[in-house]
Structure formats: C-alpha cells, structure tokens
Nanobody
Framework: QVPLVESGGGLVQAGDSLRLSCAASGRTFNSAAVGWFRQAPGKEREFVTAIRTGPGRTVYADSVKGRFTIIRDSAANMVYLQMTPLKPEDTAVYYC?????????????????????WGQGTQVTVSS
C-alpha cells in the first residue's frame, strides 16, 4: 500500500486560489502517474488532472485547463494541485490517486479505474 494524504482544502471565495498537497506517506511516489479527482455532492467522481511521473507529461480536464496546475516535487515526495482562479462549480471533495500501471496513452490516466491507491480526500468549497 502507498497511503496518500491530501491537505490544503478550505472555504474560499470565487476568484481566490488554493494549493492542495498530496503526500505519499512513508514511501516515494514510485508510481507511473499521480492524479487528482473530485466529487461534488450528488455527482459522480470526475477526473481533474494527472501527471506521469516518468516523462512528466500532464493531462487536464477541459473544465480546469488554464486554471489548475499539477506539480510534482520529487525531492519532497509531494504532488500539488495549484488552483486559480477558483469558481463555485469547483466545490467538491478532492482526491489524490496514484497508479502503478504504465499505459501507452496519457488518456488512460483520466479514468479512476487506472489508479490503485487513493487518499481520503480534502474538501474545497468556493462561495460566489
């Protein structure tokens, strides 16, 4: 197991910024990719962004492209999600996930079934 721990969520206003952190507790991020997903009340969990830990390629959902940035700090064994500007529709529980599987196509990491390990989630609430 590679326990993942998210932090950094909170209550902010529209237009504000937040940076979420994902730590691999006690282990190096020895995985093929790390992704962020989110789940809003009454909705299915959806893909936000992912980074392939080898080549460093990233993929983003259209809804966050240009506003969110995924950052990997190998030395600190952390992955971050920088979010700005936030919108009310970004309100959700955000989950960090790690995949041990190497896929040929980046698109594979937009699917939650591609991930083996999940964090407990951190709440982000954006008021209008």
């Amino acid at each position: 197991q590679v326990p993942l721990v998210e932090s950094g969520g909170g209550l902010v206003q529209a237009g504000d910024s937040l940076r979420l952190s994902c730590a691999a507790s006690g282990r190096t991020f020895n995985s093929a990719a790390v992704g962020w997903f989110r789940q809003a009340p009454g909705k299915e969990r959806e893909f936000v962004t992912a980074i392939r830990t080898g080549p460093g390629r990233t993929v983003y959902a259209d809804s966050v492209k240009g506003r969110f940035t995924i950052i990997r700090d190998s030395a600190a064994n952390m992955v971050y999600l920088q979010m700005t500007p936030l919108k009310p529709e970004d309100t959700a529980v955000y989950y960090c996930a790690a995949s041990s599987r190497s896929y040929s196509f980046d698109y594979a990491y937009t699917k939650d079934a591609s991930y083996d390990y999940w964090g407990q989630g951190t709440q982000v609430t954006v008021s209008s």
